[in-house]
């Protein structure tokens, strides 16, 4: 296995959430060994971002983590794209915040809209930045991009003169996967269309039925009824040696269908063998 010593489960905050620290505790009174932390302020004023958590919360946070083995993730908020200026300030003091709470990744979305060389050329500083930190930092596919997008940005980092782009992997989405116009209704064809070489570091589960991206809770979609296709990403994942965190993206009610999924899925890894969850489960 590698350095992340075995696969961990977790869930993440939700705009929804009666509180900012809601799912994060959710996640502690249920033995979850992962949380990820997504600032997402709506234009309604509902959720957060990352200036609502005091200095005191996030000693909390940090502290609440270390104490339950949690490990602990940023994701940046989703429309923070690296190519604009005013966008790399919002990234800057969530780089803070992640470093604030002791986080191991922060995850950015891929825009290609311009270009991966200069999506490349935006996020170098970033890299150096976050590797400063001792922070990772994962690229997620969105429902516009596709695995070639992700075959030419990895191709262009390992070319890259940088040796901290060792520290930068991809965080596979399978739902926004499931909605990539190349492989809509089949996120298993866009795993397979991924270079093998690209480390996959970080996996956001939630599922939809191809149309928009509803974010239904893993085994509450297409795969409450046929579970192979989770299968199936679970002995993808396996085969490149995947050992990073597994990030329910949701806040349903009830929260209890979160340790369903997160139950159902450490049975179907267990049964696929040879392969290692961490070792608090």
């Not at 509180?19 to 996640?27: D, K, N, R, S």
């Not at 794209?81 to 891929?110: G, T």
């Not at 030419?152 to 989405?173: H, I, K, P, S, Y």
């Amino acid at each position: 296995m590698n350095r992340r010593a075995g696969i961990r489960i977790g869930n993440q905050s939700a705009f929804s959430a009666s509180t900012v620290t809601q799912p994060f505790e959710y996640a502690v009174a249920n033995g979850f060994d992962a949380f990820e932390w997504f600032p997402d302020k709506k234009e309604s004023r509902e959720g957060w971002e990352e200036s609502d958590l005091d200095a005191e919360t996030r000693h909390y946070v940090k502290d609440t983590a270390l104490k339950h083995d949690i490990r602990l993730s940023v994701h940046a908020p989703w429309q923070a794209n690296p190519l604009r200026q005013e966008d790399r300030r919002v990234l800057l003091k969530n780089i803070e915040f992640a470093n604030d709470i002791s986080a191991s990744l922060f995850n950015i979305h891929l825009y290609a809209d311009e270009g991966i060389t200069s999506y490349v050329q935006a996020i170098t500083p970033l890299i150096e930045d976050l590797a400063q930190l001792g922070i990772e930092l994962s690229i997620e596919n969105t429902p516009v991009t596709g695995p070639e997008d992700f075959n030419e940005l990895f191709a262009q980092l390992e070319n890259l003169v940088l040796t901290d782009a060792t520290r930068v992997g991809m965080c596979l989405d399978i739902g926004h996967a499931n909605l990539c116009e190349a492989t809509r209704n089949d996120y298993i064809r866009f795993i397979d269309l991924l270079d093998p070489g690209i480390p996959v570091i970080h996996v956001h589960m939630h599922e939809n039925y191809g149309d928009y991206d509803s974010h239904l809770p893993l085994f509450t979609g297409p795969a409450g009824k046929d579970a192979s296709g989770i299968m199936a990403v679970i002995g993808r994942m396996r085969k490149r040696r995947f050992s990073g965190c597994i990030i329910l993206e949701q806040w349903p009610q009830p929260p209890s269908l979160l340790i369903e999924a997160r139950n159902r899925l450490r049975e179907m890894i267990v049964q696929m063998g040879s392969w290692e969850l961490h070792s608090g489960f």
